[in-house]
């Protein structure tokens, strides 16, 4: 079966996304249909033949892509959503609630309540607060936020590896922020940790759990541990890495970190990461629902339906689309986040990576940067010098997207001399870093593929 035929799910999918979207088309038409005729306006009025021409010319543009769907793409963190989230989506955006209030739309409000305490328990967490933003970095400046408010006047430590965004958001906040460095493997050095929290001037810890560039897990139990003993809150970002805490235990998945995240005082998740979901769908979830009163406002506009809480009394977003709420529920009803559901997606991803790193090793051409945590692999073309190492890393990369018969997508990763000399020592440190090749396995279908995916870099590097 091919992509015109179904959907481009690869051979063997058999959800046929035009018959589910079509009957989530006519569901909500019934709906609306109870509500009686009205006349619809002409000046909203398009003919077929210029839907038609316009459509044409928007899906010839959308052909100026990266094939994100295919295990060709072994790149960045993108890939299309589950078909459940895309009809969950459409289904819902017909209505287009506003999850704000339960004034803009009580059913997906509902929704919203229900994915985030399956999220919450997905993490060990009993009572909590909690609602999905617009994305990571909106989830992390909420936790950031709260951080503030209940440490006021101190600052917020994370780690040199952690999000870009952190910093910026304690700009945003006017929060001091300081980037504690890594150790060899590129999690937040303890020591390091230590001695700034005896400084006195930290309120709260950003631990990541999968970092972005490397999907480095740090120590959240040890983070926890130091943080408790001078007084700081602990949050954990673990925007991409969260979904594989249904793998801990697994796969060579240590458990330690995963099962202290239920001690933390707040957890960032990005469904829209491992979670099947189309961009506009982060989580931020609070252990102690309490902090609630750090939201407290009034909105003269909103909040009349019902005395319940409106997830908008309790974020600071205004709208957020109802329809990433329903995405995510459709999803969760078919593949709840357990170690059976969602886990299996993962884990298929998490075999790719480590089999693929087992493929490195073997090869002459090829070295691992280091060997990989969750699913995202680091390595590079073998060779004596940064210089040569960078020089190849980007030729592969270029050669592989520029070739028509047979790309590859990958991505590539800034490290610098000093990171690459604790792991390397042999590779002469000729320039201040180098890129090395980074690959997100982010799809299942990588598992199968990866044999693949290695002969055709193995043959670049050549
Ligand atoms: C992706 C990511 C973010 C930012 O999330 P967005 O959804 O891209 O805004 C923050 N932290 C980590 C660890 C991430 O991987």
């Given at each position: 079966?091919?992509?015109?035929?179904?959907?481009?799910?690869?051979?063997?999918?058999?959800?046929?996304?035009?018959?589910?979207?079509?009957?989530?088309?006519?569901?909500?038409?019934?709906?609306?249909?109870?509500?009686?005729?009205?006349?619809?306006?002409?000046?909203?009025?398009?003919?077929?033949?210029?839907?038609?021409?316009?459509?044409?010319?928007?899906?010839?543009?959308?052909?100026?892509?990266?094939?994100?769907?295919?295990?060709?793409?072994?790149?960045?963190?993108?890939?299309?959503?589950?078909?459940?989230?895309?009809?969950?989506?459409?289904?819902?955006?017909?209505?287009?609630?506003?999850?704000?209030?339960?004034?803009?739309?009580?059913?997906?409000?509902?929704?919203?309540?229900?994915?985030?305490?399956?999220?919450?328990?997905?993490?060990?967490?009993?009572?909590?607060?909690?609602?999905?933003?617009?994305?990571?970095?909106?989830?992390?400046?909420?936790?950031?936020?709260?951080?503030?408010?209940?440490?006021?006047?101190?600052?917020?430590?994370?780690?040199?590896?952690?999000?870009?965004?952190?910093?910026?958001?304690?700009?945003?906040?006017?929060?001091?922020?300081?980037?504690?460095?890594?150790?060899?493997?590129?999690?937040?050095?303890?020591?390091?940790?230590?001695?700034?929290?005896r400084g006195g001037r930290i309120g709260t810890v950003v631990a990541t759990a999968g970092t972005t560039g490397l999907g480095a897990v740090e120590p959240v139990h040890e983070i926890l541990t130091l943080a408790r003993r001078y007084g700081a809150r602990v949050h954990v970002d673990a925007a991409y890495g969260g979904f594989f805490t249904l793998l801990a235990g697994e796969y060579g998945i240590d458990r330690a970190p995963w099962r202290a995240v239920a001690g933390c005082d707040s957890i960032v998740v990005d469904p829209h990461k491992h979670g099947l979901?189309?961009?506009?769908?982060?989580?931020?979830?609070?252990?102690?629902?309490?902090?609630?009163?750090?939201?407290?406002?009034?909105?003269?506009?909103?909040?009349?339906?019902?005395?319940?809480?409106?997830?908008?009394?309790?974020?600071?977003?205004?709208?957020?689309?109802?329809?990433?709420?329903?995405?995510?529920?459709?999803?969760?009803?078919?593949?709840?986040?357990?170690?059976?559901?969602l886990g299996q997606v993962l884990a298929a991803g998490r075999r790719a990576a480590l089999r693929w790193a087992g493929l490195i090793e073997q090869s002459p051409a090829l070295e691992l940067y280091q060997p990989p945590e969750l699913d995202i692999v680091t390595y590079f073309r073998a060779a004596e010098s940064l210089t040569e190492i960078d020089a190849a890393s980007a030729r592969i990369m270029t050669q592989g997207m520029n070739d028509p018969g047979d790309p590859v997508f990958l991505s590539v990763l800034k490290v610098s001399a000093e990171a690459f000399g604790r792991r390397i020592p042999e590779v002469r440190a000729d320039a201040d870093g180098a890129r090395v090749l980074r690959s997100v396995l982010l799809k299942p279908e990588h598992e199968e593929y990866v044999g693949t995916l290695h002969a055709r870099v193995e043959k670049l590097a050549n």
């Open positions: 079966m091919s992509g015109s035929e179904l959907y481009a799910w690869g051979d063997g999918m058999t959800i046929d996304l035009r018959h589910w979207l079509g009957e989530a088309v006519t569901a909500m038409g019934r709906w609306q249909d109870t509500y009686g005729p009205y006349p619809a306006h002409p000046s909203l009025q398009v003919t077929d033949e210029d839907l038609g021409e316009a459509l044409a010319r928007l899906t010839d543009r959308l052909q100026d892509n990266y094939p994100f769907f295919h295990p060709r793409y072994a790149g960045q963190m993108l890939k299309p959503p589950h078909p459940a989230a895309i009809i969950g989506y459409v289904a819902a955006m017909q209505v287009n609630p506003n999850n704000h209030a339960l004034d803009g739309g009580p059913a997906t409000a509902a929704m919203e309540k229900e994915v985030v305490a399956r999220l919450a328990t997905m993490f060990g967490y009993g009572d909590h607060l909690g609602h999905l933003t617009s994305s990571g970095t909106i989830a992390n400046l909420e936790a950031l936020f709260v951080a503030r408010e209940s440490h006021p006047g101190k600052g917020v430590a994370f780690s040199a590896e952690s999000h870009y965004t952190h910093g910026r958001m304690c700009g945003v906040l006017g929060v001091e922020g300081h980037k504690v460095a890594v150790d060899d493997r590129g999690r937040i050095d303890l020591g390091a940790l230590e001695d700034l929290l979901q189309p961009y506009g769908c982060g989580a931020v979830l609070f252990r102690d629902p309490a902090v609630g009163r750090f939201y407290v406002h009034d909105s003269p506009y909103t909040y009349f339906t019902s005395d319940e809480l409106h997830l908008g009394e309790i974020s600071l977003e205004c709208s957020r689309a109802g329809a990433a709420a329903a995405a995510l529920w459709l999803t969760f009803e078919l593949l709840p986040p357990t170690r059976e559901g």
